[in-house]
């Protein structure tokens, strides 16, 4: 195998060229569609067009024909949101002209439709500088995200204040065309600079997020662009928006601007971050997303599980240690009163990515596992590559680290740590020492 073919087993890429946020997470005519920003021509970001997958059962996927492209009345289709209204598939995204640059950058909502949910017309702008309130700058207006409640349809757009930093915008309308500001979500400025990509599910009380350039809090908020989420609701009607404060959703160095299907609880990420380097360049690609991960809220917590689809080929009680071989598919470790935890993946040699469990954290670290991953963090753990998750003792620890080339999802409990890494293609060793009541291992491989 020539190892410059190497791509994701069953992560979505836009096989060739640059891909970064989810959009459009949908289902329309009983499959699941889902867009993202695309650029084919170059393993860089650059004018952003949206690609298109769809699937039947959220794993295998099907790569369909690009969705939009920039033309003269765009140089870029942003991110944005999708609907099925009326029998047709709605597409939302920022229509972005560059202008010259600076201040005369115009970020506005337009719209596109399809009939067939593969071939899009567009429409033009819809939600514009006019719509957009005195005080907010049309330089940085992106994002939107639609809901529907009742006859009457909601859009969140990410905004920042002239004076300011991120806001959330809501805005409404009847018929998707027409639309009138509401309320500021939040009401507040971000302590990033600018929030991207917010997303809202009226049925979880869920709102999430993205914030550019935020501050690290100790060692929980490293990366420089972070993903949030706050519980809480959005009284459309009373135009008031009750959130409690903000939580991380992904605890790895790779997560962004998560979207979840408006009639199905199921969230995807993208499995990359901002202003860091790319060693999947040199493979002729850049960027995939995360596995669909179904989501619920328990105790006022956001649980993630991932959606797989693989056969399960091993199933045995470890005592104490386990050596095994894994590069693709997934492990899943039902632990009784755990007390200690180490778990070594992708190994060969002395080289691999280890989880270790160290008083109440989990410590991820892949400083070790291949090629080195450098970006703008100076802090001591990400310079170390590493990563932590809290961890709350109890009676029974369900660990599952889904693999696929460049990337390891992990998750325990319901909480999710993601980070993309680039060892030897042949390094496939897992090492697994534990100290508990009971342990059962069991493995999956992809169909």
């Known amino acids: 195998?020539?190892?410059?073919?190497?791509?994701?087993?069953?992560?979505?890429?836009?096989?060739?060229?640059?891909?970064?946020?989810?959009n459009g997470l949908v289902k329309f005519n009983g499959e699941y569609h889902v867009f993202f920003q695309y650029y084919s021509s170059n393993v860089y970001w650059g004018p952003m067009h949206w690609g298109h997958v769809k699937s039947r059962d959220l794993f295998n996927w099907e790569h369909l024909p690009v969705a939009l492209c920039p033309d003269e009345q765009d140089d870029g289709c942003f991110s944005g949101t999708a609907i099925v209204w009326k029998g047709k598939l709605w597409l939302m995204y920022t229509s972005y002209k560059e202008n010259g640059g600076g201040e005369n950058i115009r970020q506005l909502q337009a719209l596109a439709s399809s009939e067939d949910g593969v071939n899009f017309k567009k429409h033009g702008i819809v939600i514009g500088e006019k719509d957009l309130p005195c005080g907010y700058s049309p330089c940085d207006f992106r994002d939107p995200k639609i809901f529907a409640e009742g006859d009457t349809l909601y859009c969140l757009v990410a905004a920042r204040k002239l004076d300011g930093r991120g806001r959330i915008l809501l805005f409404s309308s009847k018929d998707l065309f027409k639309w009138q500001f509401e309320c500021d979500v939040l009401n507040t400025d971000s302590s990033g600079t600018m929030i991207e990509c917010p997303d809202y599910n009226k049925r979880l009380g869920l709102l999430t997020y993205c914030e550019q350039f935020q501050p690290a809090v100790g060692n929980k908020h490293l990366n420089i662009h972070s993903t949030f989420y706050r519980l809480g609701n959005i009284d459309c009607n009373a135009k008031k928006c009750t959130f409690g404060e903000s939580e991380i959703i992904d605890y790895g160095f790779d997560f962004y601007a998560p979207q979840i299907f408006a009639d199905e609880a199921v969230m995807i990420g993208w499995l990359n971050m901002w202003d860091r380097k790319n060693p999947s360049e040199k493979y002729g690609f850049s960027g995939m997303l995360t596995v669909p991960r179904r989501v619920e809220i328990k105790d006022g917590e956001l649980l993630q599980t991932p959606v797989l689809n693989l056969?399960?080929?091993?199933?045995?009680?470890?005592?104490?240690?386990?050596?095994?071989?894994?590069?693709?598919?997934?492990?899943?470790?039902?632990?009784?009163?755990?007390?200690?935890f180490s778990l070594k993946m992708r190994k060969k040699g002395e080289n691999y990515a280890s989880f270790n469990l160290v008083g109440n954290e989990f410590v991820f670290d892949r400083s070790r596992a291949g090629e080195q991953i450098t970006g703008v963090e100076k802090d001591a753990d990400s310079l170390a590559g590493i990563r932590r998750m809290p961890f709350k003792r109890s009676a029974k620890t369900e660990i599952t680290v889904v693999f696929d080339e460049f990337s390891l999802e992990i998750f325990v409990n319901g909480k999710s740590l993601s980070s993309t890494v680039y060892p030897d293609p042949a390094a496939d060793g897992l090492e697994l020492n534990v100290s508990a009541t009971a342990c059962v291992y069991t493995k999956y491989n992809v169909n």
């Open 1 to 22: 195998m020539d190892d410059l073919n190497l791509r994701p087993k069953f992560h979505i890429t836009g096989e060739k060229g640059w891909i970064n946020d989810p």
């Open 311 to 340: 056969r399960e080929v091993l199933k045995t009680t470890v005592v104490n240690t386990l050596s095994d071989n894994v590069k693709t598919g997934a492990i899943k470790l039902e632990i009784e009163d755990i007390k200690d």
